[in-house]
């Protein structure tokens, strides 16, 4: 028998969570035919690799459980090397994954990332004392096929380590942690700017004849690539350095490469997915949405997909809570792209925390994402977890007409409208000609009744449909702010 290195995957590290009451997947490589055994809590899986040198075997499902324990790694072959024949401090609870662009990204504090820091940064870093909480934080990669290795390492949640933890990651972590008083882990795979279709498969995309005219495209500009020579990237250099010190943007580097361009599709996936793929999690949260390319119109084709292959390849319907992309001042966050990621609340099992009063007008990355986590923590606490909470804001129901006014009803009460701060603010009104005017708004009972001088006979009415809804303000007793809604089309 050849010898060869035992290797884990990647996400089996010293400080693990693995996820209870279900299946535990653990796998990695070895010399083909070599037999590979893994302990751990009392079980003893053994298997032998294939042809290509893959190796897994299948703990059965495990109790929640805060005791560190160790994972143990032996190998029928006593020449091999073991790189990991013992993870420490592994806990058993709940494991969530992490996906999407930089408010995903965004850490907790600015000194790690320069566009990212939390509210009250400093007092946030110094409270996080959570050893129950756990994250693994994968390394920027993308590749044009599908890698077996993404690099990061579990950290326990500290002062120390909790600057660079995911600050969506962390809020919702703590929230569930505090609530089921489990180990929480959360798995962040994630990248600023990055598209939905970057983080799809390829073999998914193939079926579509949309999706497959997209990639085709994506194919031919990576055929005809042709890397920058040496002389052409120290002439950019200089190009960049006068830039800099005349104040100007740099040029973008000469014949970039398409595979590192976070916007095609396929290459996060390839580079941060596959490598974690079938680790065993219950389920996702997900920040995505400013990074639209053309054509824009397939982006909620786009978010279904993503999330009914990655139920396919985790072979069950995982639940899938998303962010509902805040209020800016900015037509990559204008109310269109909002309605078209409430879309994909049309599948089973799917959630969206709304975050349009946490916005900042001329900031994409919002500071204030506590909020974020928490409402994502409600999603799952609610919807996967069986807790009897509101999870959701006003929700808009049905329409009857009241006279020269439209009376509006919403499910999701949450045990009462609320109008938080003063009157309700920007809701409009429309008549048969479809202009939208400025309207008034006030809460009666359950329903609120919305009207204009302006539109005698209204048939629409809408809800902070803009880019920045300053003011908006619509909210029910739990807490939570309504959607972005109109009522009709």
Not at 9 to 28: C, K, N, Y
Not at 136 to 148: D, R, V, W
Not at 471 to 476: A, I, P, Q, R, T
Request: proline share 7%; glycine share 8%.
């Amino acid at each position: 028998m050849v010898s060869a290195e035992v290797k884990l995957a990647s996400p089996f590290t010293d400080h693990m969570v693995l996820q209870r009451e279900m299946p535990i997947p653990v796998w990695g490589t070895a010399a083909p035919g070599e037999k590979v055994t893994v302990e751990f809590a009392g079980q003893k899986k053994t298997a032998t690799t294939d042809a290509t040198g893959q190796w897994r075997v299948d703990l059965a499902p495990l109790t929640a459980s805060s005791q560190p324990r160790a994972l143990l790694v032996f190998s029928g072959n006593p020449q091999s090397e073991i790189s990991n024949p013992k993870l420490s401090d592994v806990l058993v609870g709940e494991v969530w994954l992490g996906s999407g662009q930089s408010n995903m990204d965004f850490s907790v504090s600015k000194k790690v990332k320069y566009f990212a820091g939390v509210l009250n940064e400093e007092q946030e870093i110094a409270a996080a004392n959570h050893p129950l909480i756990r994250m693994f934080f994968g390394e920027a990669q993308k590749s044009l096929t599908p890698q077996t290795r993404v690099g990061g390492q579990w950290l326990v949640c500290s002062p120390e380590t909790v600057p660079g933890f995911s600050a969506v990651g962390y809020f919702f972590a703590r929230a569930l942690q505090r609530e089921l008083n489990v180990p929480v882990g959360v798995i962040v795979e994630s990248y600023g700017a990055s598209t939905a279709q970057a983080w799809i498969r390829r073999e998914a995309m193939l079926a579509d004849p949309r999706f497959k005219a997209v990639l085709d495209r994506f194919d031919e500009i990576v055929s005809k690539h042709v890397p920058p020579t040496a002389a052409e990237i120290e002439d950019w250099k200089h190009a960049v350095e006068l830039a800099k010190a005349e104040g100007k943007r740099p040029l973008r580097a000469p014949g970039a490469d398409p595979v590192q361009d976070q916007h095609n599709p396929t290459v996060m996936f390839n580079g941060m997915i596959a490598p974690i793929v079938p680790f065993a999690i219950r389920g996702v949260i997900w920040y995505q949405g400013e990074s639209i390319t053309a054509p824009r119109e397939l982006f909620p084709a786009w978010n279904e997909l993503l999330i009914t292959d990655w139920r396919k390849l985790w072979g069950r319907e995982l639940p899938f809570y998303f962010c509902q992309l805040a209020a800016q001042q900015a037509a990559s966050n204008g109310p269109d792209v909002r309605a078209w990621q409430a879309e994909a609340l049309a599948l089973p099992r799917t959630g969206m925390a709304v975050t349009i009063d946490v916005g900042e007008e001329k900031n994409v990355h919002p500071k204030n994402k506590a909020p974020v986590g928490d409402r994502l923590a409600r999603l799952a606490l609610a919807n996967t977890y069986d807790w009897k909470i509101e999870s959701s804001g006003p929700v808009y129901q049905s329409l009857a007409v009241a006279g020269g006014a439209l009376r509006l009803k919403f499910t999701h009460l949450g045990g009462g409208l609320v109008a938080q701060g003063g009157a309700l603010k920007t809701f409009d009104v429309a008549g048969a000609d479809g202009k939208f005017v400025p309207a008034e708004a006030a809460i009666e009972g359950d329903t609120i009744l919305v009207r204009s001088a302006a539109v005698t006979a209204p048939t629409a009415a809408r809800y902070a449909w803009a880019a920045w809804p300053e003011g908006s303000n619509f909210f029910n007793a739990a807490g939570l702010p309504a959607a972005p809604f109109q009522t009709s089309n």
